[in-house]
């Protein structure tokens, strides 16, 4: 039969797949070694001190998230849209675990996703509706050029247009879109390290 570590500890791994087998097992290996020095013999010791075991994997993620990033600050590496994405929202769900920890900060995170994420669906929306728009008066042109030819030529004209329109809207969103989510990802990125200091100030009381 497991004890309450061994019990912790193997649900702690099952919720780390997201990482490499060997980050799983350094963060398995290190947390195991922390239970045994403090002494903690009891899951409701060890949950006290580190929370349940999917809080546990959200930070142990969002900390190597995190280390990614820096590791790329200083490989002069640009860390891309997709991967601060990953982070902020590896820190979003830390909040969720422990939202009055993070205050009005955390707060505020969540409100700026809310309204990134609105922001997003009009984008979506508005590149769904120019692309639409684009394919029909390309097809409705090219069935009239036998039939009305001036009519042909101007839904072709408002055809190109819509498509000479995405093609400079898509650039320009997709680096607005990457300067926002690099705001976003510092600004978590400080929550986020405000946390893990009042967490550990916690763990030594």
């Known amino acids: 039969m497991m004890t309450d570590k061994e019990s912790y500890l193997k649900e702690l791994e099952g919720y780390l797949e997201p990482l490499t087998p060997e980050e799983a097992n350094d963060a ?4 195991g070694e922390y239970i045994e020095d403090a002494n903690l013999q009891t899951k409701k010791e060890i949950e006290y001190k580190l929370g349940n075991a999917r809080q546990l994997s959200r930070k142990i993620l969002a900390d190597y998230s995190i280390k990614a990033d820096e590791d790329n600050r200083q490989n002069n590496r640009k860390s891309t849209p997709q991967s601060n994405s990953k982070m902020i929202w590896m820190i979003i769900l830390v909040i969720i675990s422990a939202p009055m920890t993070l205050g009005i900060g955390g707060v505020v995170l969540l409100m700026i996703m809310c309204a990134a994420l609105v922001v997003a669906i009009m984008t979506v929306v508005l590149l769904a509706t ?3 728009l684009m394919a029909v008066c390309i097809y409705t042109g090219v069935l009239l050029l036998f039939t009305h030819l001036a009519t042909g030529i101007f839904y072709l004209g408002i055809g190109i247009i819509a498509l000479g329109c995405l093609m400079v809207v898509l650039p320009v969103l997709y680096w607005i ?13 400080y929550l986020y390290q405000k946390f893990s200091r009042r967490n550990q100030r916690r763990s030594e009381l």
């Open 28 to 31: 398995i290996d290190f947390y």
């Open 130 to 132: 120019l692309i639409i």
């Open 177 to 189: 879109c990457s300067v926002v989510i690099q705001i976003l990802a510092n600004f978590a990125r």
